[in-house]
């Protein structure tokens, strides 16, 4: 069975990073919040096993209180 | 409608109060299928109803291929088809744009179509009329149950009649009285669930319009902004429109024809004469009790399990209890099973009603979002929808009844053989086109009403001794009808009395049954699998037929062995 991938993954994190800082550069709260939107759909169905989407939902959301 | 003429009843005659084996309460489509059927399974019954006239407006209207077979089975499924209106396309619209389409008729080869929509009101008269030609149901109109008392040994019931009031006494009482069921309150039980905060406004409007026959689903439309709205034609030329309204719409104010007139006339273009025949107003709830049995009384329906519509799965669903009830209830009433058989009506409908009830919940939750977060990803999944297909599967403008698999009963027998298709003990029982003496058949007509043992004989020539031991499915104390499936071209002229030889003209029916030559499958008399194996073994057969009566339960055979 897949597993959610949690070691690094990302040939270049620090072009990943900039890239999605650009995606948002001049929107307003609400677009990024649509744009995030968007592209969850987009990489989720990427992943398609449930099992993995499901261990990143419980790590997305783990501590969000105390952050 | 001198159908439903009220006639004073022998109690109010005689004095004394009756004694039935079944009563049955409220002559909605559920109430009035049961007492049909309970008819057909040769058990007398009452039916009451509060009032003396059909439904008013079209309330329930779509009505699924499995409610079609059920119908059929009951003799309504002609009438109910001819009065109705086929469709199996629907189309879901985001703001003016066409989002995608889809085809409920996956594949040909089925006798009904994947829905009929057909106002609640004809099919209750197809049902009504069906009652009639029944001389086993005492259908009993304006007699309202007022009072019920629930004993160990027999359930009464004093009825309100314009006449006056009198006493009934029965030994199962099947409530079908609606969501708001009175006979539930009177009983002090409950059905408990989650309330949507928000509110739909239902028309039925008679329009000469032509319109295709599909089901038309708008997400924020320029007519109807923010909200959603449904297009569906039923019979006559009578349209469905539903519109949201959301939960701060005041229902009385939205009810009168001066609110509703402007926002049908938004929809359908200002010039279309159209006339307004029934509007309502409502609020999705999902609920149900916490079990449907409570002793000698059995809830069915809305009275049993509430969902929200976009789904189709209310009256569906109720049909679908009623279904599996009354083979179960017949066979106690007679004393032909034990009490066992009546508990697996829970055991088997209250996951179906919960299946329901998790697809209306997420229907609405897509439909009405009840957060940010919610609406967020709703509108970017519809934004996504218009270019990525990926996107349309997530759309959710109601899934439409399908029927429940019984997986976790003790009725069905689980495989021994291997299986890599078919269809899984507990499943409802497909359909494929056949050829017999007479003609093109379907061979969900040779289903229902009683057990069938399906035995695929492939090309071969049937050997004597199998024929002898189908024909031996007869004799056993609960009768199997038995049939025999053969290939293409093989309909030899077969003669073994009270076998019924079909031939799988397209092979189609081999395929969904996943058979091989010997495949032999035992069908419950609501068309659904109790058991299937490789070969057909008579013994086994017998085991698995006990079993599906409630009569041989997993102790019983680990005790015996």
């Known amino acids: ?67 | 409608m001198d159908l439903l003429t009220y006639r004073t009843p022998p109690e109010l005659v005689t004095g004394s109060a009756g004694h039935y084996p079944v009563i049955v309460v409220g002559a909605g489509p559920v109430g009035l299928c049961t007492a049909i059927d309970l008819a057909l399974h040769g058990v007398p019954c009452v039916l009451l109803d509060e009032a003396a006239a059909l439904s008013e407006g079209s309330r329930a209207i779509c009505f699924s291929k499995r409610t079609l077979e059920i119908l059929d089975r009951l003799g309504c499924g002609a009438p109910a088809r001819a009065k109705g209106v086929v469709w199996n396309t629907g189309k879901v619209f985001h703001r003016d744009e066409l989002l995608y389409e889809f085809n409920l008729l996956a594949e040909p080869g089925h006798k009904h179509p994947a829905f009929i929509n057909l106002q609640q009101y004809h099919l209750e008269h197809v049902l009504v009329e069906r009652v009639q030609q029944l001389d086993n149901i005492d259908a009993r109109w304006s007699s309202r149950v007022v009072a019920v008392k629930s004993r160990k040994d027999r359930v009464s019931v004093t009825v309100q009649t314009p006449e006056g009031r009198y006493i009934a006494h029965c030994d199962y009482l099947v409530v079908a009285d609606g969501a708001r069921s009175p006979v539930r309150t009177m009983l002090g039980l409950e059905a408990r669930g989650q309330v949507f905060r928000d509110r739909f406004l239902i028309a039925d409007v008679k329009v000469l319009a032509d319109f295709p026959t599909e089901r038309r689903f708008w997400f924020d439309p320029p007519f109807h902004p923010r909200q959603s709205a449904l297009l569906h034609r039923q019979a006559d030329d009578v349209w469905r429109i539903d519109f949201q309204l959301g939960w701060d719409a005041n229902p009385d104010e939205e009810r009168k024809p001066e609110r509703v007139i402007p926002r049908i006339q938004a929809m359908l273009g200002a010039d279309l004469p159209f006339t307004l025949e029934w509007v309502s107003v409502y609020t999705f709830q999902c609920r149900r009790m916490e079990k449907f049995t409570h002793g000698r009384v059995v809830f069915t329906g809305d009275a049993a399990h509430q969902v929200s519509p976009f789904g189709a799965r209310g009256a569906n669903g109720g049909i679908q209890d009623s279904d599996n009830l009354v083979w179960k209830l017949a066979r106690v009433v007679r004393g032909k099973a034990t009490t066992n058989l009546l508990d697996t009506y829970d055991i088997e409908r209250l996951p179906a009603a919960d299946e329901n009830i998790l697809a209306s919940t997420r229907s609405t939750d897509f439909i009405t979002p009840k957060s940010n977060a919610s609406r967020l990803f709703r509108d970017a999944t519809l934004h996504l929808a218009r270019r990525y297909p990926f996107a349309r599967a997530l759309v959710n403008s109601g899934r439409l009844s399908m029927p429940h698999t019984y997986t976790k009963t003790p009725l069905t027998t689980a495989d021994s053989d291997r299986f890599s298709a078919g269809l899984s003990p507990g499943a409802p029982a497909a359909d494929a086109p056949m050829q017999n003496a007479a003609g093109t058949v379907w061979l969900i007509d040779s289903l229902g009403g009683r057990f069938v043992g399906l035995y695929f004989a492939g090309g071969a020539p049937v050997d004597a001794s199998i024929c002898t031991r189908l024909h031996a499915l007869r004799n056993l104390a609960e009768p199997v009808h038995p049939v025999l499936i053969c290939s293409p071209g093989r309909l030899y002229s077969w003669t073994a009395e009270g076998v019924e030889a079909l031939e799988d003209r397209n092979g189609l029916a081999a395929g969904r049954y996943g058979a091989a030559p010997n495949t032999f499958y035992l069908i419950r008399p609501d068309q659904h699998v109790a058991a299937r194996w490789r070969q057909f073994d008579l013994r086994s057969t017998r085991d698995a037929v006990r079993r599906a009566t409630g009569g041989l339960s997993p102790e019983y055979t680990a005790w015996q062995n």
């Open chain 1, 1 to 67: 069975m897949a597993k959610l991938n949690i070691d690094l993954n990302l040939d270049a994190p620090d072009d990943f990073y900039e890239a999605l800082l650009d995606l948002h550069r001049e929107l307003t709260d609400e677009q990024s919040q649509r744009l995030n939107a968007r592209l969850i759909l987009l990489l989720a169905n990427h992943i398609g096993d449930m099992t993995v989407l499901r261990d990143a939902m419980r790590r997305a959301r783990e501590d969000l209180d105390s952050d």
